[in-house]
């Protein structure tokens, strides 16, 4: 029973999120009015349920930080299930990209273009207030307000979220690491840019700091589908980008329906330490045992640029 209220206390939490989130389809837009109807009765100072709807109905296909709860419910990672990877594009209708698309992801790296216009990573991120979240699928950790910003090609973007993938996505030369990390930013147009960490069991050096401090919210999210947390502390997401590292960028897409294109890509070449503990809190997401991965898309023609990255620097000009 404890456990019950609780639930509503989370999910009428998630509302804020799910106000500003595009709807794209009816049963999203049932789940949305649920939600707001939690909202509504609420006695906190919850949004009015009124510009909910009106947001909902707006024809952006994806909401700011990817898909919704309620988009996960949807899809699987099972192969062989009627809503596994190979449907995804069958069942809805926004979401025929993901088998009609030319420019899906996660692809392998392999051949790259080594790129002279690329420079070292450009970015300012700050410690912000966070929740976190299990989605079905994935733990998301959310910037309430957004947090600092990637500059890409001249362009700024804002992190909205960060999640997790076990094992990873993307592969190098056909090599599937431990783990992935996704930070999924935007723009003022609503353009995605995603930068991508990889992290390893056998790659020398510490367990990132940030990960072990939020391994009770994991522990206690696990497989309790649709629940979430405040975090107590400010999260500042920095330690995990290393600007020191090269990186690989090519055009793709979101890697969950409905797999919208026009992401760019920037993915981290250098490999950071994960202990085996963590890499299994971050794959007890679902309450049904399952990867997190969706398979290699085609190329298609695209090229994939590469930035080698600067040389190591001393001590205690990595860590400030
Ligand atoms: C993949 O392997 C080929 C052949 O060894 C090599 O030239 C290429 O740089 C590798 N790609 C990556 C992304 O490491």
């Not at 939020?214 to 500042?236: G, Q, S």
């Not at 794959?283 to 040389?311: L, M, T, W």
């Amino acid at each position: 029973m404890i456990d019950r209220s609780m639930t509503t206390a989370r999910r009428r939490h998630s509302c804020g999120t799910t106000q500003s989130s595009t709807a794209f389809t009816s049963v999203t837009l049932a789940i949305i009015a649920l939600f707001s109807v939690t909202c509504a009765a609420s006695p906190d100072p919850a949004p009015a349920p009124g510009p909910t709807v009106a947001a909902s109905a707006s024809p952006d296909p994806a909401p700011a930080s990817g898909p919704t709860v309620a988009a996960h419910a949807l899809f699987s990672y099972m192969e062989n299930t009627a809503n596994g990877p190979g449907h995804w594009g069958s069942l809805e209708p926004d979401w025929a990209i993901c088998r009609d698309g030319k420019e899906q992801s996660p692809i392998d790296i392999s051949k790259m273009e080594a790129a002279q216009d690329m420079g070292p990573l450009e970015y300012t991120y700050t410690a912000g207030d966070c929740t976190v979240q299990n989605q079905g699928h994935d733990f998301v950790l959310k910037w309430k307000e957004g947090n600092g910003k990637l500059t890409v090609e001249k362009k700024d973007y804002v992190l909205q979220q960060v999640h997790w993938h076990v094992p990873s996505e993307h592969t190098i030369n056909g090599t599937r690491l431990d783990m992935e990390m996704h930070m999924v930013h935007q723009d003022s147009s609503k353009a995605r840019a995603v930068l991508s960490v990889f992290f390893s069991k056998r790659q020398p050096g510490d367990p990132s700091k940030l990960l072990t401090g939020l391994e009770p919210y994991f522990k206690r999210l696990a497989r309790k589908n649709n629940m979430d947390e405040d975090v107590t502390e400010l999260v500042d997401p920095s330690p995990w980008v290393d600007k020191t590292s090269g990186y690989y960028r090519y055009e793709g897409s979101l890697t969950t329906p409905p797999c919208s294109e026009g992401v760019i890509w920037t993915i981290m070449s250098k490999v950071k330490h994960v202990k085996e503990e963590q890499v299994k809190l971050l794959d007890a997401v679902s309450v049904v045992e399952e990867s997190n991965f969706r398979p290699a898309q085609k190329i298609n023609g695209r090229v994939v640029r590469y930035y080698e990255g600067e040389p190591a620097k001393s001590e205690e000009e990595k860590e400030p």
